[in-house]
């Protein structure tokens, strides 16, 4: 018996402390892997063994974790997008984007060796990491290796990422990805809201069956459609939080880890520190994010900005960016470098403005930091997020249509001298902050959970219901009946009553004419 006790407690702690973690991440953008590297290096630091398949090997080995590497079987993306070609991807055309080109690319990833060799392991994994982006080929894997599945939404939650929940998308107050829109939506935007979520999620679905089903089915036989597999996911974790994004109903298989990334050890070099101190009122970071270059802005807006920089004598500005490529008259206060520790650079204290395209990695960096923003977005979710954050008060949404010198000198000098969005980044900064357990902490705590418990109790209890029943619409319908009968039988008796009442007294009125 005792020992039987023993063994018991053995098990469970061997799942939950030295599990192992197979985590697959196919798609090759680097602002992407900037959030999955901390939490796969976390989870073996914490005792576990993590098979990861990305792109991006590990700069130093470290224990527990064994990097399966795709490293040049696609194209990547690093510094590798013009913004004419990211311009033409917006709206639902960023849906097309990595759900119709992407999965054609990423599925097929499956036929090489590295991926052959984990669809054919008997390797016994208890849980499968993995990255739910336009696609779920590679959840195909995971049914076949019959395990769990945690999706990382590196962005707030695509309109499909809540379907394995059985939870609403809260269209009435919560913005499609895919839109402009912030918390606050008047009725029109609402209707358009709407349409765009129900839109993106039919596009989500359609290209699923369509597109990635068959590629998978090329290499994974016999499994149930990938929408089967994809509504039996455990959990998301997502990179939004409350303080930000706004509070919204939600269940506890859908847990927020925004700054999961965000390295607080990550220190200046000695050149960066020295630049930084030496400047007299302070300084501008200026960064388009590990994507899109800088040096492809036409080269009437590279000098604008030139001219705008240059105007601001007592600051100095620190620029992310490639100097091969630019046009001559950079001024002498602006400093330009390929590679910075972008974290240290925003918390230092000298750093007053973070002129930013909106990704979400940096952007929550710079609010982590407390670094007021002037925000140029691009695509995909940048556009909603500088939104957000013009809409909170700590960032200027500039158009990058129609950046020139006034426009950029006008955002950047609201941001510098207008005390306001300093202090509703300090209020926002500090929300932000205040929590129970660190993002990397409770990403590893659910995954642990969802080992140790499986995910089906965290589901939506509602999801049994059919969507008629969860909206309540056959009640709504079946109250308004009842309320209408009411109304017709209350009027009908109504009516005959004083027909009735009338009638007599017509009746009496006739019976006195004829008196008369
Ligand atoms: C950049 O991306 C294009 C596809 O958009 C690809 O053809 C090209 O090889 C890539 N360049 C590099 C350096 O990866
Ligand atoms: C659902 O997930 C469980 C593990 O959580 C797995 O055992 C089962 O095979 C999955 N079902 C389908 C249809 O993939």
New binding site residues.
């Given amino acids: 018996m005792k020992l039987q006790i023993i063994l018991a407690i053995l098990a469970i702690s061997c799942t939950t402390e030295g599990a192992n973690i197979l985590a697959i991440f196919p798609y090759q953008g680097k602002s992407h892997y900037i959030m999955f590297e901390p939490l796969v290096i976390g989870l073996a630091r914490a005792g576990h063994s993590v098979d990861v398949v990305s792109h991006f090997p590990p700069k130093e080995s470290i224990r527990g974790l064994n990097h399966i590497s795709l490293q040049g079987s696609l194209y990547t993306f690093v510094n590798n997008m013009t913004t004419t070609y990211v311009k033409s991807l917006i709206g639902t055309k960023a849906i097309e984007f990595i759900s119709y080109q992407g999965p054609n690319d990423l599925c097929n990833l499956m036929r090489l060796h590295q991926l052959q060799e984990i669809i054919n392991t008997d390797k016994n994994y208890d849980l499968m990491l993995t990255q739910v982006l336009g696609s779920n080929c590679y959840?195909a894997l995971?049914?076949k290796l019959?395990?769990?599945?945690v999706n990382i939404e590196t962005s707030t939650m695509f309109p499909w990422a809540h379907d394995p929940f059985f939870e609403s998308t809260y269209p009435s107050f919560i913005p499609c990805q895919l839109t402009t829109f912030t918390n606050d939506m008047r009725f029109m935007e609402r209707v358009e809201n709407l349409i765009t979520t129900l839109y993106s999620k039919f596009l989500f679905y359609y290209y699923d069956k369509t597109v990635s089903e068959p590629i998978a089915r090329k290499y994974i036989d016999d499994?149930?459609s990938l929408a089967?597999?994809y509504y039996?996911i455990?959990m998301v974790l997502v990179n939004s939080h409350w303080s930000i994004h706004g509070a919204r109903p939600t269940n506890p298989a859908i847990v927020e880890v925004a700054g999961l990334h965000i390295d607080e050890t990550q220190v200046l070099t000695e050149e960066l520190e020295v630049f930084l101190n030496s400047a007299k009122d302070g300084v501008v970071y200026f960064s388009t994010g590990t994507m899109l270059k800088s040096d492809s802005f036409p080269k009437e807006k590279i000098l604008a900005i030139y001219n705008s920089f240059a105007e601001l004598s007592n600051y100095k500005v620190l620029w992310k960016g490639n100097m091969d490529n630019m046009p001559e008259g950079l001024p002498t206060n602006v400093k330009m470098v390929p590679w910075v520790p972008q974290f240290a650079v925003l918390r230092h204290p000298k750093v007053k403005a973070f002129v930013t395209h909106g990704g979400l990695m940096g952007t929550l960096e710079a609010i982590h930091a407390g670094v007021p923003m002037v925000g140029i977005p691009f695509f995909g979710d940048q556009m909603l997020n500088v939104g957000g954050y013009a809409y909170r008060g700590f960032a200027v949404y500039l158009n990058y249509e129609t950046l020139n010198k006034e426009s950029f000198s006008e955002a950047l000098n609201e941001v510098l001298t207008n005390p306001k969005y300093q202090s509703n980044i300090a209020r926002v900064s500090r929300l932000f902050k205040d929590r129970p357990l660190s993002p990397l902490k409770k990403a590893i705590f659910w995954i642990e959970y969802?080992i140790r418990n499986?995910?089906?109790t965290l589901k939506s209890s509602g999801r049994h219901l059919y969507w008629f029943q969860y909206y309540l619409i056959d009640v709504g319908l079946f109250l308004l009946t009842i309320t209408m009968l009411a109304f017709v039988v209350l009027f009908t008796v109504s009516r005959k009553l004083t027909g009735f009442i009338w009638g007599t007294q017509n009746r009496n009125v006739s019976v006195k004419q004829k008196t008369f």
């Fill in positions: 959840l995971a049914h019959k395990l769990p599945v499994f149930p089967d597999i039996n455990s969802v499986g995910g089906e």
